[in-house]
């Protein structure tokens, strides 16, 4: 049998007490290990690029729901027919990846099933090709299906076209 144990409410007086004891303990200890100068915040902390790397790995696969602000709203109902005049009035972006080798990997039709496919969101795929910044050891490139002029981002992160 399981036994639950009720643990106390911590209140923000308490809060407000343990921050001040970590704070005085930082400043007369000023231990070497802690990075963080300010107790309770990780303000002024410079982390390098392999800590965004690290994080993205780590978030992938993962889904964030969010979370709905007035529940009492009625939806709309998006019939068939204006699902299709919104895809056809769309540009559609086509994601080639390649390796290192220049060797074409994946071509996707679209951004959203390459995010499906890698297990990322849609915004990390669009991220790629609006900063060129690129988390993996993949070549993207992007190209705009209404005539507009080729992507390409490297694993340097440098846009090359």
Same mark, same amino acid.
């Given at each position: 049998?399981?036994?639950?144990?009720?643990?106390?409410?911590?209140?923000?007086?308490?809060?407000?007490?343990?921050?001040?004891?970590?704070?005085?303990?930082?400043?007369?200890?000023?231990?070497?290990?802690?990075?963080?100068?300010?107790?309770?915040?990780?303000?002024?902390?410079?982390?390098?690029?392999?800590?965004?790397? &690290?994080?993205?790995?780590?978030?992938?696969?993962?889904?964030?729901?969010?979370?709905?602000? &007035?529940?009492?709203?009625?939806?709309?109902?998006?019939?068939?027919?204006?699902?299709?005049?919104?895809?056809?009035?769309?540009?559609?972006?086509?994601?080639?990846?390649?390796?290192?080798?220049? &060797?074409?990997?994946?071509?996707?039709?679209?951004?959203?099933?390459?995010?499906?496919?890698?297990?990322?969101?849609?915004?990390?795929?669009?991220?790629?090709?609006?900063?060129?910044?690129?988390?993996?050891?993949?070549?993207?490139?992007?190209?705009?299906?209404?005539?507009?002029?080729?992507?390409?981002?490297?694993?340097?992160?440098?846009?090359?076209?």
């Amino acid at each position: 049998m399981i036994e639950y144990i009720d643990l106390p409410v911590i209140t923000d007086k308490d809060k407000s007490i343990l921050l001040e004891r970590e704070q005085y303990y930082l400043n007369k200890i000023n231990p070497s290990l802690n990075i963080c100068k300010t107790a309770g915040s990780p303000l002024g902390i410079v982390r390098d690029k392999m800590f965004s790397v &690290n994080v993205s790995k780590a978030k992938r696969g993962k889904l964030f729901v969010r979370s709905i602000r &007035n529940v009492n709203t009625t939806h709309k109902v998006i019939t068939s027919e204006t699902r299709l005049k919104l895809s056809s009035s769309a540009e559609g972006i086509i994601v080639k990846i390649y390796d290192d080798s220049n &060797n074409l990997l994946y071509k996707f039709p679209s951004m959203a099933s390459a995010a499906k496919h890698f297990g990322v969101s849609y915004k990390t795929i669009s991220r790629i090709l609006k900063t060129g910044i690129s988390y993996d050891n993949f070549v993207y490139k992007f190209e705009v299906i209404a005539g507009h002029p080729l992507t390409i981002v490297n694993k340097e992160n440098n846009y090359i076209l």
